[in-house]
């Protein structure tokens, strides 16, 4: 009966926008890498058994009872963080940085599940300060230090790319979470002088990106030749793409990354404008319905976590695709359920899963009787 | 219960701040689809334009250069497969592996190779580096048997100019390679680029646009890394016209073994028609090794040699013509009627004018001398008489009109002419008058007279016809890339109103040289009559006594002439041959002239006999 019952009450029209986005990326993935010859597993079936293993992880963080996911916010919060320093330590170095354990065939990057845990601490947090009136700047500052404590670890590794969501996140949720209009802006007056204070953190790579971020052709067949053959695939598309299979920035290797970070390029280039338009479209939807569960949530828990965790799908998309496009600088941030990977596909389920479980949970307070939201 | 107390109905206040997030978002999504539109409708074009150049690469296929024939058709200069072994440093998974794997195949330089292909792979790593050239047919066959373990190797098939004869044809057919920048300007060829083959020498440069073919090209696909993944479409190359030569392969490796590798030139005739049948010029080099790109080291071994290998003896090196010019001072004698072949010259071994002693070669002197003697003894003082009678400006006509001291129009690049010199510069180069002593030793080809061996062989071949001057010839048959074969006909330069019982007095004291006791003997052939002339040029004036020319120094030592013709009756063929150094005409050169006739008349009695059956 609950079982049952849970299953109706689920968000259908989320999950489904973002099987859809799956299916994209799989088709990507198969255009991407077809010439690719890796020995193995070729990353079409990898990426398929993502998929299945990421809707198992949405049921997962779905079926959990009501009010589990909020009494487990703070053990896995810290369990993440141990996990950090364990990265960090022993993890294994890949383009320059340490992201990733291994965990048998599959590589992990635990920095992906930081984000969400992030999200559901401050969530979580927010909602025990709750005031009417705003939260005030006293009660804010604990807030910061819980989000610096994983940013420190991620820039560490250096993953400056997963840190700068991480801010994203704490700037989304304090704006969802009622701050005073006061401190709102105080903040954003500190935030924007510690921007500058970035670019000596920064590694000799990382300040290269952001140089050719503004100027490209300072060094085309170098730190400048990703976002050059990104800019051409795209472009090259045209109002309608070359065809499925038939682009050649992807196919032929000019582009780097072209399945995992540039896989927009490559789906872009072959589907043209029109095609663009229909990913966005879907993406859009997405967010919407992200931010839709968030308002409509009459748990403050729930919707400041469904809140940041749209905030934090919007923050991959929006950097992935400027990036993509040239609006940004170069950073390691996957498009969702389009980019090949693993730890970002288990993770963007699980966030979806979660966020459909605490949108779920309102009815049963309600007590209105069984209807599903979108009746 | 705790649940219950933070349970509210839905928050108007949160309901607003996450509408101001979603507006921040719609404006995130604005933003990128208006930059979509601008990058691929807006800018389409240009990044369409872009992504095709990155793609699409053109290939040139190299056009096959055009046979040269000899005269019997065999190819003297073809265009054959080279088989080079090609590195691509990126490829190589296990660089001392792979090449301590292929030293057991191919000759090469591993220390060489294992620092070329790291020096490639951090500068660029997609670069073909090759590391051997030429390799053979079975060594091909083990590369590519091994291609699993040389992942970064492979055989690269290339057009290679190749010249079967070596070293024998080196002057005349010379040496290809890469166009030149000058030479790119200079062209008015639209379709020769850079890295174009050319022929930079001899007869590959005076027939270059004959032989030249026209590129084609293929328009390939190729990845990021450069390498090709499909052909879109290709352009055939069209090969380069073939050279039919009166060139034969048989009497040029003849001549040039009789050479011996001495310094000097050889070249054979057809008096008749022009025809040159042999050119040789000693010592040679190796034109195939110029077609695989000529190493610096060799390039200057071959500059600074002080034989000069690379200068085209026969055409551009002049030498003093000493007693070769005997004959034809004799004709000039009995044209300008000064001198009875009877009269007698008396030869005491020299020749007293003023002061100074002129000497005869035969210290002894040789008695009563008349003009069939003094050719065939090639005695000195004779000849000084008549230079002294005649004077310079009858010589240099009767010279200059047989072909000696000007241009003889031969096709090949770079002749050079030699001189026979006359009062008029004589005027030219100092304001005083001709001594006695100046005009005796022109007699014996001696003082400014010089000349380049083929201007000596056109004198004789004059003698050979009778006085019909032909053009030399070495180019008989062009067929361009056409098809439309063209004939390069035989050209008479002029025709000399010599009197013919002058001209068979001459030949036969030619003929008297070789066969009546005379100097040339080394020249003579069984059941043929060879006629013809030795010379021994001094190169140093030696004062007081007599010194043998082969105990001076090499470069002092007299240059060795031999000029002749058979039958004497009635010439087919006319041969020259000039040693630099080379001692004295009758032991060093007749001997070459000999071994190429009698070559000449082998081949022709072979084929008279083929014919009969």
């Given at each position: 009966m609950t079982r049952r019952g849970k299953f109706a009450r689920l968000d259908w029209q989320i999950l489904l926008a973002a099987l859809v986005l799956c299916g994209i990326g799989l088709l990507n993935v198969y255009s991407g890498t077809r010439v690719a010859g890796t020995a193995g597993m070729p990353p079409f079936v990898k990426q398929l058994i993502w998929i299945f293993l990421g809707v198992l992880a949405f049921f997962a963080c779905y079926l959990t009872s009501d009010g589990f996911i909020e009494e487990v916010v703070w053990p896995v919060f810290w369990g993440v963080l141990a996990i950090l320093v364990v990265v960090l330590v022993a993890g294994k170095a890949r383009g320059g940085s340490q992201r990733w354990i291994s965990l048998g065939a599959f590589n992990f990057q635990p920095s992906e599940f930081a984000k969400v845990a992030v999200v559901l601490v401050l969530a979580r947090y927010f909602a025990g300060r709750y005031n009417p009136s705003g939260i005030g700047f006293g009660d804010t500052v604990p807030a910061i230090g819980l989000v610096i404590l994983p940013f420190l670890l991620v820039a560490l590794q250096p993953d400056l790319g997963t840190a700068g969501v991480f801010m994203i996140i704490l700037v989304g949720m304090i704006v969802i979470a009622c701050l005073k209009g006061r401190t709102l802006l105080l903040m954003g007056v500190a935030g924007a002088l510690a921007v500058p204070c970035l670019w000596f953190v920064m590694k000799g790579y990382q300040k290269q990106r952001v140089l050719t971020f503004l100027d490209p052709e300072r060094d085309p067949l170098g730190a400048g030749y990703h976002v050059i053959q990104s800019k051409i695939a795209v472009g090259s598309g045209g109002f309608l793409g070359k065809g499925y299979l038939h682009g050649t920035q992807g196919s032929l290797r000019f582009l780097p990354e072209q399945h995992t970070d540039f896989a927009f390029a490559v789906f872009a280039e072959e589907w043209g404008f029109v095609g663009a338009l229909v990913l966005l479209a879907l993406f859009l939807f997405l967010v919407y319905r992200g931010f839709y569960l968030a308002s409509r949530s009459q748990d403050r828990f729930a919707s400041f976590a469904c809140g940041g965790l749209t905030v934090y799908f919007l923050a991959h998309i929006a950097i992935n695709l400027s990036?993509?496009?040239?609006?940004?600088?170069?950073?390691?941030?996957?498009?969702?359920?389009?980019s090949y990977g693993g730890s970002s596909m288990l993770t963007n389920m699980m966030a979806l899963g979660i966020m459909a479980n605490l949108a779920r949970s309102r009815f049963t307070f309600q007590g209105s009787g069984e209807r599903s939201i979108n009746a | 219960m705790t649940q219950r107390l933070r349970k509210r109905e839905q928050d108007p206040l949160i309901a607003a701040r996450v509408r101001v997030v979603?507006?921040?978002?719609?404006?995130?999504?604005?933003?990128?689809?208006?930059?979509?539109?601008?990058?691929?409708?807006?800018?389409h074009e240009h990044f369409r334009t872009l992504s095709e150049n990155n793609r699409l690469r053109i290939r040139t296929i190299r056009a096959p250069r055009g046979q040269i024939l000899d005269r019997k058709e065999r190819p003297i200069a073809e265009t054959q497969a080279s088989f080079d072994l090609i590195c691509s440093p990126i490829d190589v998974t296990d660089p001392e592996g792979e090449i301590r794997l292929l030293a057991e195949?191919?000759?090469?330089?591993?220390?060489?190779?294992?620092?070329?292909?790291?020096?490639?792979?951090?500068?660029?790593?997609?670069?073909?580096?090759?590391?051997?050239?030429?390799?053979?047919?079975?060594?091909?066959?083990?590369?590519?048997?091994?291609?699993?373990?040389?992942?970064?190797?492979?055989?690269?098939?290339?057009?290679?100019?190749?010249?079967?004869?070596?070293?024998?044809?080196?002057?005349?057919?010379?040496?290809?390679?890469?166009?030149?920048?000058?030479?790119?300007?200079?062209?008015?060829?639209?379709?020769?680029?850079?890295?174009?083959?050319?022929?930079?020498?001899?007869?590959?440069?005076?027939?270059?646009?004959?032989?030249?073919?026209?590129?084609?090209?293929?328009?390939?696909?190729?990845?990021?890394?450069?390498?090709?993944?499909?052909?879109?479409?290709?352009?055939?190359?069209?090969?380069?016209?073939i050279v039919h030569t009166t060139l034969d392969a048989d009497i040029q490796k003849v001549a040039e073994e009789a050479m011996e590798n001495r310094a000097g030139a050889v070249i054979a005739m057809v008096p008749k028609t022009g025809d040159i049948l042999a050119f040789v010029s000693a010592p040679g080099f190796d034109p195939n090794v110029f077609s695989r790109g000529i190493r610096k080291n060799e390039w200057q071994a071959l500059a600074t040699d002080v034989r000069k290998p690379m200068q085209n003896k026969g055409l551009q090196g002049t030498y003093a013509p000493g007693s070769t010019v005997k004959p034809l001072v004799a004709m000039a004698a009995l044209e300008e009627g000064i001198q009875d072949p009877k009269a007698i010259v008396r030869c005491p071994g020299y020749l007293q004018i003023g002061n100074r002693r002129f000497r005869c070669w035969r210290e002894k002197g040789h008695g009563t001398v008349d003009m069939y003697k003094g050719i065939v003894q090639s005695c000195d003082v004779y000849f000084y008489t008549m230079g002294l009678r005649l004077g310079p400006d009858r010589i240099a006509k009767l010279e200059k009109d047989a072909g000696l001291g000007t241009i003889t129009g031969i096709d090949l690049p770079g002749e050079r002419s030699g001189l026979v010199p006359d009062t008029e510069w004589k005027r030219k180069v100092s304001k005083e008058r001709w001594y006695d002593s100046e005009r005796a030793i022109l007699g014996i080809g001696q003082g400014a007279v010089h000349v380049t061996p083929l201007e000596m062989l056109a004198g004789y071949a004059t003698l050979a016809t009778g006085g019909e001057v032909m053009r030399p010839r070495i180019v008989r048959r062009i067929v361009p890339m056409d098809g439309s074969a063209k004939e390069i006909p035989i050209q008479p330069l002029r025709k000399l109103p010599w009197k013919p019982e002058n001209v068979a007095f001459v030949r036969r004291a030619l003929a008297g040289v070789v066969n009546d006791y005379g100097t040339g003997g080394a020249a003579k052939l069984p059941g043929i009559e060879v006629g013809g002339k030795t010379g021994t040029a001094q190169v140093a004036a030696v004062k007081g006594k007599m010194i043998k020319s082969g105990d001076l120094p090499y470069e002092l030592r007299d240059h060795a002439w031999f000029v002749g013709f058979a039958p004497v009756a009635d010439p087919e063929i006319c041969v020259v041959a000039m040693l630099e150094h080379g001692g004295h005409g009758g032991s060093a050169a007749a001997p070459i002239v000999k071994a190429v006739m009698q070559e000449y008349f082998r081949a022709k009695q072979v084929a008279q006999a083929q014919e009969k059956k």
């Open positions: 990036m993509v496009c040239g609006l940004f600088p170069v950073v390691g941030i996957p498009l969702p359920f389009v | 979603q507006r921040v978002a719609l404006g995130l999504f604005a933003l990128l689809l208006g930059r979509l539109y601008w990058l691929q409708v807006v800018q195949i191919v000759d090469f330089d591993p220390d060489e190779t294992r620092e070329k292909i790291r020096a490639a792979k951090k500068a660029n790593p997609y670069s073909g580096i090759t590391v051997a050239r030429d390799l053979r047919f079975e060594q091909v066959s083990v590369v590519e048997f091994n291609r699993e373990a040389l992942p970064g190797f492979s055989v690269l098939v290339e057009a290679k100019r190749s010249y079967p004869y070596g070293t024998s044809f080196a002057h005349v057919l010379g040496y290809v390679g890469e166009v030149s920048r000058d030479e790119l300007d200079q062209s008015d060829d639209e379709w020769l680029a850079m890295g174009d083959i050319v022929g930079k020498y001899g007869l590959e440069r005076r027939m270059d646009e004959v032989l030249r073919g026209i590129n084609g090209g293929r328009h390939v696909e190729v990845d990021a890394a450069g390498r090709d993944k499909r052909l879109v479409d290709e352009v055939p190359p069209r090969s380069g016209g």
